[in-house]
């Protein structure tokens, strides 16, 4: 359909991947090379810049794999919640999936019998094939990083330096899949097309007192009832930090977009300090 062809030519010029004549730019040529959807890409090269390129590998290949967790069979639910609930990362999902991803290397590389990966993912209601193919989907986009010579960092997962981080990556191609609490109660608002969602059953916020004001999410699902899935805290000042000016501007009007601009506002003056010590 016409408008979405505009809108997928719109998104990649808010991504910085067209030039003016709306060809791919430097950057968007780069961001093609890896198989992933434009956002996912943009989040995958701007962690090269805040070095946590290991994380946003990880977090690359989960969302790309299919879901790793299983429907639970009637009666077992709490139980496979409270499993989860292991992994479960105060930062937000993106983080919960790097703590599973990572339990789950470590079961595989257990040196008990071969079939303790499959074990382990039945005891934690968890999908091994989905897992395994994470790993492999993670492979790939390590190879593909070496033949185009971008830096890989070191882990430093857990630090809150590199928390915040992986939040800016993600948020530099995420900043279209924002959402806020507008009521209190889980009624998330999104910023581009002000529909409401909730949160996802397999989100870690679910079923949980904290529910975060300002969300960043991996998608929006219609067919699962409006959910947003692959949920994590942000603070607006962060969004405020990296949203182009020119996506910003063509928000449609909301009580979130006025909340945002008068964080703006109040950061302009730093910004254009700090323009002016570059």
Known sequence: APESLMQALEDLDYLAALDNDGNLSEFGIIMSEFPLDPQLSKSLLASCEFECVDEMLTIAAMVTAPSCFLQAPPGTEEIARSRWRRFSHPAGDHFTLINLFNSFQAATASPTHPGNSEKWCRDHFL????????????????????????????????????????????????????????????????????QVAQLHPFSSYYSTRRIPEWVLFHEFSISEGNSIRVVSEISPHLFA?????????NLPPSESKDILQEVINHLAPVSATKEEQK
Do not use: W
């Open 241 to 249: 930090e990296l949203v182009p000016q020119y996506y910003f501007s």
């Open 127 to 194: 999908s091994c094939s989905a897992l395994s193919m994470a790993e492999m989907i993670r492979a790939e986009l390590v190879e593909i990083m070496k033949r185009i010579e971008l830096p890989i960092s070191e882990p430093g997962f857990g630090s809150e330096e590199n928390l915040l981080s992986i939040k800016r990556a993600l948020l530099s191609g995420y900043f279209m899949h924002i959402a806020r609490d507008v009521d209190g109660s889980g009624n998330y608002l999104m910023l581009t097309h002000k």
